[in-house]
């Protein structure tokens, strides 16, 4: 199983920036895919998730500014966030969990820095 995320990158405040993530070795539409996030010294904390059938959450940091999506064709979720925030600033990381089993996997993270 791999879950490749990308699309991170430094931006300056009030920018956007769209991640993906591709998974492979997984049968992609029984897995529910979420974006979590790290910042440092932090905890890793949801950003937002989407089921198989397009239900969507988001964090309230996050909410009115981020949209998560996925192309269950291409196997992959997206992540687009837009009027960035210093506080944005965080490992970004790709989840995916089995809509029965419950089991979950991780991809590598990518890197978001926003600066004011």
């Known amino acids: 199983v791999q879950l490749q995320a990308c699309g991170g990158g430094l931006v300056q405040a009030g920018e956007s920036l769209r991640l993906s993530c591709a998974a492979s070795g997984i049968v992609f539409s029984f897995n529910n895919m979420g974006w979590y996030r790290q910042a440092p010294g932090k905890q890793r904390e949801l950003v937002a998730t989407i089921t198989g059938g397009v239900s969507t959450n988001y964090a309230d940091p996050v909410k009115g500014r981020s949209t998560i999506s996925r192309d269950n064709a291409k196997n992959t979720v997206y992540l687009q966030m837009n009027s960035l925030k210093p506080e944005d600033t965080a490992v970004y990381y790709c989840?995916?969990?089995?809509?029965?089993?419950?089991?979950?996997?991780w991809g590598q993270g990518t890197l978001v820095t926003v600066s004011s």
């Open positions: 989840n995916a969990r089995h809509v029965i089993t419950r089991r979950e996997y």
